[in-house]
């Protein structure tokens, strides 16, 4: 069985989860998932600073797959995929976002080092620019 949390940017740069759900609508197993997008999404909005503007979508996704067909207490992950998921302004700011997401995913983000510990990880990540970029013709 797959569990999947997502969660998105607004406005504000906050992060809410794409379903609507609440945290107390979450299962424990789920919650896991949700403090890993959660501490994912921090850790890239840390590392951006000042570059945060540029980016105008940010999602990420947290996969697990349970060893049971349902949850029960015995349920343990046997493997993990997070998808990054965002949208810059700038060429530039795609390769700013891109740094910053690589480095919280390999480096700093403690849930990805523990969950790492749990299972395997495996991960996907889609930055994409707005910026209309015109051939030069001669």
């Known amino acids: 069985m797959i569990q999947k949390i997502s ?11 794409t379903d609507g759900r609440s945290l107390d609508e979450l299962n424990p197993k789920e ?8 501490c994912a999404a921090r850790t890239i909005i840390g590392a951006l600073k000042e570059h945060i503007d540029s980016v105008t979508m940010m999602e990420i996704e947290v996969e697990g797959t349970l060893s049971t067909a349902t949850v029960v207490a015995e349920s343990r992950y046997t493997h ?6 965002a949208e810059c302004r700038t060429l530039k700011d795609q390769i700013v976002v891109s740094r910053a997401v690589n480095l919280a995913h390999d480096k700093y983000c403690g849930m990805l080092q523990m969950i790492r510990r749990i299972a395997p990880l ?7 620019t707005t910026e209309e970029v015109v051939a030069q013709v001669q």
């Not at 969660?7 to 989860?17: L, Q, S, V, W």
């Not at 495996?122 to 994409?128: A, F, G, K, L």
């Open 7 to 17: 969660i998105a940017m607004n406005n504000e740069h906050r992060f809410t989860m």
């Open 31 to 38: 919650l896991l998932l949700y403090a890993t997008a959660d």
């Open 122 to 128: 495996s991960h996907e990540t889609s930055i994409v």
């Open 80 to 85: 993990f995929n997070i998808i990054y998921r």
